[in-house]
């Protein structure tokens, strides 16, 4: 299977009703459609069978998030396009951004509260911004707009594709995963993101001294993520506030500031990608 980028215009089905990534014949559209049926989480659509870490969600934009997706999206936005029969081809950054710069991927950056204000703090560093969730991009096209920031691009899709099929090994300065779906039941643990192999896909698109960085506020999860971040061996754990080529300053989010009423401790954790 074929992860491909797509601007400036849609793939029609490829987010199905189950928010997963179908390959379709190419019609020219602004957006994507909206679902409106449910379908069974684990529905199995031919060409992607992987267990996924995201729920499924359904979610309208408003007309004013509708204007700026239709203005925003053909230039600072791509769907990762499922595909049988082209090959996949690496995400040249450097024509995206119209620069060469340290590189930083965030997966699942959600309505990118944090996104927006990391990439503010480090303008000479660009940011990927990976959601599944239309709305929640939608939301950060409108911050970028808002407070006219230049140094964040967004891709729709399934970060796990993204990193297998576009980006290349040593490509990224940081990556970010902060409060991925813990998953809490036992027989859906297989869902969370931060499996090893993962951890090891991400350690492998880092460079040297490139640095991984997540935040969680469950207890469970968080002892999972330790362990399967030690176990990667090239990875080394670093205390926070260590320095690295990449801000690890976030700001606390509403969802965060929340879970710290309730009780909840916020573990958050870095590795560096080992050196030569």
């Not at 911050?143 to 090994?169: K, Q, Y």
Request: proline fraction near 8%.
């Amino acid at each position: 299977m074929g992860i491909n980028l797509t601007r400036g215009r849609q793939h029609r089905g490829l987010m199905g009703h189950d928010e997963r990534m179908r390959a379709q014949p190419w019609v020219n559209a602004a957006t994507p459609p909206t679902p409106s049926t449910a379908l069974p989480a684990e529905r199995e659509v031919p060409g992607y069978r992987r267990t996924t870490s995201f729920r499924t969600r359904r979610s309208q934009l408003s007309a004013a998030q509708q204007r700026t997706w239709e203005r925003l999206w053909p230039e600072l936005g791509a769907v990762a396009v499922s595909d049988h029969q082209t090959p996949p081809e690496p995400l040249d950054t450097a024509a995206w951004f119209g620069r060469d710069a340290p590189i930083v991927l965030e997966i699942g950056c959600g309505t990118g509260t944090s996104t927006v204000a990391m990439a503010q703090s480090e303008p000479g560093v660009d940011v990927i911004a990976v959601e599944v969730y239309r709305r929640g991009l939608a939301q950060l096209l409108a911050a970028i707009d808002r407070e006219h920031v230049t140094n964040i691009r967004l891709i729709r899709g399934d970060a796990v594709d993204v990193l297998d099929h576009l980006l290349a090994p040593g490509s990224l300065s940081g990556v970010r995963v902060f409060f991925p779906d813990p998953w809490p039941k036992a027989r859906h643990h297989k869902r969370r993101l931060l499996q090893p192999a993962v951890v090891a896909t991400i350690a492998d698109r880092l460079r040297p001294g490139g640095v991984l960085h997540v935040a969680t506020d469950h207890a469970d999860y968080a002892a999972q993520i330790a362990e399967v971040g030690a176990g990667e061996p090239l990875l080394t754990r670093l205390d926070l506030g260590a320095q690295t080529p990449v801000s690890t300053i976030r700001p606390t989010t509403k969802y965060e500031g929340k879970a710290e009423v309730a009780g909840s401790v916020v573990n958050e954790f870095l590795w560096e990608r080992k050196r030569p």
